[in-house]
């Protein structure tokens, strides 16, 4: 290899040259948009940097504490950055809170009561929220607690069914769960322009009812956020978007006083609230993953992008399609067959910096109703935000990529997944 000879390094790292010729072509009508992306990066980073030092982030903060965790600066200083980027009253960010279902789960069950009802008025949960609500039978369930639930799916063309959400909301709805991503559907992702209509018309007909919005892999992608559109509450991962690859668990709901104290209550305990929980030595990764958040979430962005216009230009379906505007970090491909999302999960594996030479195999995952094939080496374990690929085996055969902490790395995924799909016979490239 010559050294510095950027086409030769991908021969060595087994990108064929009809297939890097393809990317590069496809990237090439890419680059305006791309610019775009910075921009936007640019103007988050600025937000996030501006609420850190508006809080007065020190060293001091970056410390932690032990055991009670009583008096913790560096904690409340963080959740109150939080705040001031989703431009909430307040903030719950904790190492505690496990992943974005916890996150999720801890939302709906500290903010609902025997009796209330649940609506989600955009079709069907997230899988593993299924469990959490009842609507598959499992131990300590919303629905075990006497609280229903009902949904209002999407039209056939994406919009919202403003009739029959009108006519699903009564006396005993409480809480309006609104998922921002797609899930493993094909549906599109919600802008926060979308959403905010959509929390305006609730609001109009039911001005006490909260409205959550699961924010997991839309933060920083736009300019704005759920909660500058009316959502009472927005919800996370840490291990998405908002942690920066940085950290290594965690979850955060921003939003209303009264929400965000309901949550830590249950978090915790009553009496106790928000005033405990130890730190330990996270807050570091907390604050610089926060920090570097706006600029990772702009490589995932590219790196989806990129590879929506590589296989919609193959000829495969593609959510969202190559030149829609991006409101998550998602990318879809239905391959219509198991071969394509089993070839394609292979190649995000043997892309990866950690397990590269495992090869991912289909499994029964906790909280799924069919077998899921996930591809992920990664540095944190089940860290969307890094470059991971997973998809539930059942028709349509869809495979969902996200993230990237690097746009470099986004790219050879991408060339990675297709070079296997092209060895597969999953994938044909035009001659």
Known sequence: MKEGNISDFYREMGISEPVLRFGEQVLEELKGRFGEIDETAEYNQLKVLKAMQENKVSEACLLGTTGYGYNDLGRETLESVYAAVFHTQDALVRPQITCGTHALALALMSNLRPGDELLSPVGKPYDTLEEVIGIRESRGSLKEYG???????????????YENIEKALNERTRLVTI??????????????????????FIKSRKPDCICMVDNCYGEFVE????????????????IKNPGGGLAPIGGYIAGTRECVENAACRLTSPGLGKEVGASLGILP??????FLAPTV?????????FAANVYERLGFGVVPDGKESRHDIIQAVTFGKPEGLIAFCEGIQAA????????PEPWDMPGYDSQVIMAAGAFVSGSSI????????????AVYFQGGLTWPHA???????LQRCVEAKAVQLPR
């Not at 959403?195 to 305006?200: Q, R």
């Not at 300019?223 to 840490?238: F, H, K, Q, Y």
Request: proline residues 7%; positive net charge.
């Open 179 to 200: 998922q921002r991503s797609k899930g493993y559907q094909t549906r599109p992702t919600l802008s926060v322009k979308r959403i905010g209509e959509l929390i305006a």
């Open 297 to 305: 979430t702009a490589s995932a962005l590219k790196g989806a992008i």
């Open 352 to 359: 990866a910096p950690v397990d590269s030479f495992v090869r």
């Open 285 to 290: 990764q907390f604050y610089q993953g926060l």
């Open 223 to 238: 300019r704005i956020e759920p909660t500058d559109v009316g959502a009472d509450m927005c919800v996370g991962s840490l």
């Open 411 to 417: 790219k050879f995924g991408i060339l990675k997944s």
């Open 147 to 161: 609280i229903s639930y009902r949904q209002v799916d999407l039209l056939p063309d994406g919009g919202f069914d």
């Open 386 to 397: 890094e470059l991971s690929a997973d998809g539930p085996l059942k028709p349509p055969y």
